[in-house]
């Protein structure tokens, strides 16, 4: 079982920027493919980005390409979302996923286990 636990959201101005991270609790996550997902108020959870278990592989939804940056640190087990000029429709819970088998996803449904989410609020 892997527990992740997701920090560094908050609230930040439009054209700000926030540095996500998750990490797990109870075994490494360096051989997991990993995706960031977020959900605003009355939305689906939709993908955000996703990256490789060696981190050479990525990928992003539209929205946040050129903005957000998924990387991930397999020496420290920790896995990273830097997000770059946000914008109020960025504001959203967001979640860390983990999944065990198969290449990079955006597909909910590909992840085993997630985390409980943060929140970030981008204010105009």
């Known amino acids: 079982q892997v527990q992740l636990v997701e920090s560094g959201g908050g609230l930040v101005q439009a054209g700000g920027s926030l540095r996500l991270s998750c990490a797990p609790s109870g075994r490494t996550i360096s051989d997991y493919t990993m995706g960031w997902f977020r959900q605003a108020p009355g939305k689906e959870r939709e993908f955000v980005a996703t990256?490789?278990?060696?981190?050479?592989?990525?990928a992003y939804a539209d929205s946040v390409k050129g903005r957000f940056t998924i990387s991930r640190d397999n020496a420290k087990n920790t896995v990273f979302l830097q997000m770059n000029s946000l914008k109020p429709e960025d504001t959203a819970v967001y979640y860390c996923?983990?999944?065990?088998?198969?290449?990079?996803?955006?597909?909910?449904?590909?992840?085993?286990?997630w985390g409980r989410g943060t929140q970030v609020t981008v204010s105009s």
């Open positions: 996923a983990a999944a065990r088998l198969g290449s990079i996803s955006s597909l909910r449904g590909r992840y085993d286990y």
């Open positions: 990256i490789s278990w060696g981190g050479g592989n990525t």
